[in-house]
């Protein structure tokens, strides 16, 4: 053994102590680390040669990196849709290393049925019935290129071939529509060979990011396609009614695919879960966990009825890894074979905090949004672009929104750190947005975060 390798053996304990020092250094400092760091221009090291055992890298990490990330597990970082890690799953996320299980396959480890658990609690979570069977991908893009996987291989059993025997090119052009896709529909589309040109987007109800179920129908008119509903869209946090498109089924065929990343959390509130009504009619629904549930990067959830198509997509057979039983092993259901026991994380969180823990989680991200809502609404020098529908606060500045002026806010609160938001562009207009999802933030937090803002 490598002499440092066998010093770091005969110290672990130690060092695991020395790490979670370290480690509850940072989260001690977490509510007033900055939100966001610009990073400087990088230097970096050369390739350590012999190495100095990991006291070395924990001292190295400390002083080059660790002051430079962002306080994106904090509760005033409200860009993109970030969630924090909970106490729960940052423990179950530090055994998940520590027992580095492989939940690919299930002959060796309980690890794949702890998933197994966990998968159908979430699912029972987000109103899914035994008819859907999920598995854990590292978030919501990767659960959309299975479900539009899986989705292409439907197509395929409509006109009799099959994709993944006979490559993309058996299907012929493909139609896939959407109102407000998310980004990551057209680089799954890109990724599965079907192609960005693929995604139509069919209008929405004026004023809104919600498809026009009618404009729908009119494209379905032209034979199967796949249908991309949102629920939850990234500027307004608009939903789709996933009813009225499943009742769509009765005169057209398609494929209906739900991008639920974080909107499908309304389902936790009963105030809210009215949003996700048909959830359940899906034919793939994707839900991450890393935004909204808050555990650790990457762990989203795949959720599909149609488990047949998607062993014929994703399974990898061979004699070594045995017989593909009645009850797949995770290998055969996803783009990775072998991969982290992400669903540990989620497992920890749901054991410690339950659904009403999550609930509450929910409903105050909620509340506090409508409440920074609220405030940039009554401030002359702020106008909101959409109404608060559930965590995202979408809005601009009152006079002359232009690129540079909106460019120049978000780079200004970025530099002050106390609150970092993301720009997008709605309806034509520059804008921010503010997306409430981790567990920490509080209504103290939304004072600062307004005062940051009246002050930028
Ligand atoms: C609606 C929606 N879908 C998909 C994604 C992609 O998520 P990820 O980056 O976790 O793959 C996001 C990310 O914000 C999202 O908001």
Same mark, same amino acid.
């Given at each position: 053994?490598?002499?440092?390798?066998?010093?770091?053996?005969?110290?672990?304990?130690?060092?695991?102590?020395?790490?979670?020092?370290?480690?509850?250094?940072?989260?001690?400092?977490?509510?007033?680390?900055?939100?966001?760091?610009?990073?400087?221009?990088?230097?970096?090291?050369?390739?350590?040669?012999?190495?100095?055992?990991?006291?070395?890298?924990?001292?190295?990490?400390?002083?080059?990196?660790?002051?430079?990330?962002?306080?994106?597990?904090?509760?005033?970082?409200?860009?993109?849709?970030?969630?924090?890690?909970?106490?729960?799953?940052?423990?179950?996320?530090?055994?998940?290393?520590?027992?580095?299980?492989?939940?690919?396959?299930?002959?060796?480890?309980?690890?794949?049925?702890?998933?197994?658990? #966990? /998968?159908?609690? &979430? %699912?029972?979570?987000?109103?899914?019935? $035994? +008819?859907?069977? @999920?598995?854990? *991908?590292?978030?919501?893009?990767?659960? #959309? /290129?299975?479900? &539009? %996987?899986?989705?292409?291989?439907?197509? $395929? +059993?409509?006109? @009799?071939?099959? *994709?993944?025997?006979?490559?993309?090119?058996?299907?012929?052009?493909?139609?896939?529509?959407?109102?407000?896709?998310?980004?990551?529909?057209?680089?799954?589309?890109?990724?599965?060979?079907?192609?960005?040109?693929?995604?139509?987007?069919?209008?929405?109800?004026?004023?809104?990011?919600?498809?026009?179920?009618?404009?729908?129908?009119?494209?379905?008119?032209?034979?199967?396609?796949?249908?991309?509903?949102?629920?939850?869209?990234?500027?307004?946090?608009?939903?789709?009614?996933?009813?009225?498109?499943?009742?769509?089924?009765?005169?057209?065929?398609?494929?209906?695919?739900?991008?639920?990343?974080?909107?499908?959390?309304?389902?936790?509130?009963?105030?809210?879960?009215?949003?996700?009504?048909?959830?359940?009619?899906?034919?793939?629904?994707?839900?991450?966990?890393?935004?909204?549930?808050?555990?650790?990067?990457?762990?989203?959830?795949?959720?599909?009825?149609?488990?047949?198509?998607?062993?014929?997509?994703?399974?990898?057979?061979?004699?070594?890894?045995?017989?593909?039983?009645?009850?797949?092993?995770?290998?055969?259901?996803?783009?990775?074979?072998?991969?982290?026991?992400?669903?540990?994380?989620?497992?920890?969180?749901?054991?410690?905090?339950?659904?009403?823990?999550?609930?509450?989680?929910?409903?105050?991200?909620?509340?506090?949004?409508?409440?920074?809502?609220?405030?940039?609404?009554?401030?002359?020098?702020?106008?909101?672009?959409?109404?608060?529908?559930?965590?995202?606060?979408?809005?601009?500045?009152?006079?002359?929104?232009?690129?540079?002026?909106?460019?120049?806010?978000?780079?200004?609160?970025?530099?002050?750190?106390?609150?970092?938001?993301?720009?997008?562009?709605?309806?034509?207009?520059?804008?921010?947005?503010?997306?409430?999802?981790?567990?920490?933030?509080?209504?103290?937090?939304?004072?600062?975060?307004?005062?940051?803002?009246?002050?930028?």
């Amino acid at each position: 053994m490598h002499p440092q390798l066998a010093a770091d053996l005969a110290a672990l304990p130690d060092l695991l102590d020395a790490t979670r020092k370290l480690a509850s250094g940072v989260l001690e400092g977490l509510p007033d680390r900055a939100a966001a760091i610009p990073p400087p221009e990088p230097s970096f090291a050369p390739l350590p040669i012999s190495g100095g055992g990991t006291r070395l890298a924990l001292e190295e990490f400390a002083r080059r990196w660790e002051p430079g990330f962002a306080g994106s597990a904090g509760p005033r970082y409200l860009g993109f849709v970030t969630g924090g890690a909970t106490p729960a799953s940052l423990a179950g996320d530090w055994l998940t290393g520590t027992l580095d299980q492989n939940p690919a396959n299930g002959v060796d480890s309980t690890a794949s049925d702890l998933e197994r658990e #966990t /998968v159908g609690w &979430l %699912a029972e979570m987000f109103g899914l019935g $035994g +008819e859907f069977s @999920g598995a854990f *991908v590292t978030g919501a893009t990767m659960s #959309t /290129v299975t479900g &539009l %996987a899986i989705g292409r291989e439907w197509l $395929g +059993e409509r006109l @009799g071939v099959s *994709v993944a025997d006979d490559g993309v090119a058996a299907l012929g052009p493909v139609r896939v529509l959407s109102g407000s896709a998310h980004s990551s529909i057209s680089k799954a589309l890109s990724l599965l060979g079907i192609g960005r040109s693929a995604l139509r987007k069919v209008p929405t109800l004026p004023g809104r990011e919600a498809v026009d179920v009618a404009a729908l129908a009119e494209e379905l008119e032209a034979g199967p396609a796949i249908v991309v509903a949102n629920a939850g869209t990234v500027n307004t946090v608009d939903f789709d009614d996933l009813r009225a498109i499943a009742a769509l089924k009765e005169r057209y065929d398609f494929w209906l695919h739900v991008d639920a990343a974080f909107g499908g959390f309304a389902a936790l509130s009963p105030e809210h879960a009215a949003l996700v009504a048909g959830l359940d009619l899906a034919d793939s629904v994707v839900i991450d966990l890393h935004k909204w549930l808050n555990v650790p990067y990457d762990s989203g959830v795949q959720f599909t009825r149609r488990r047949d198509l998607q062993l014929s997509v994703f399974r990898n057979s061979a004699a070594y890894l045995g017989e593909i039983g009645e009850n797949p092993d995770f290998m055969h259901l996803t783009p990775e074979n072998s991969r982290r026991l992400r669903a540990l994380a989620a497992w920890f969180s749901l054991v410690a905090y339950g659904r009403d823990g999550h609930q509450e989680i929910v409903e105050r991200c909620v509340e506090l949004a409508r409440s920074l809502g609220a405030r940039l609404s009554a401030s002359p020098g702020w106008r909101l672009l959409a109404p608060v529908r559930l965590n995202v606060v979408c809005f601009t500045l009152a006079e002359d929104p232009t690129q540079e002026r909106v460019d120049a806010v978000v780079r200004r609160l970025a530099e002050d750190g106390t609150v970092f938001v993301t720009p997008t562009v709605y309806d034509g207009i520059p804008a921010l947005r503010a997306a409430f999802s981790n567990w920490r933030t509080t209504a103290e937090d939304v004072e600062r975060v307004f005062a940051a803002l009246e002050e930028s």
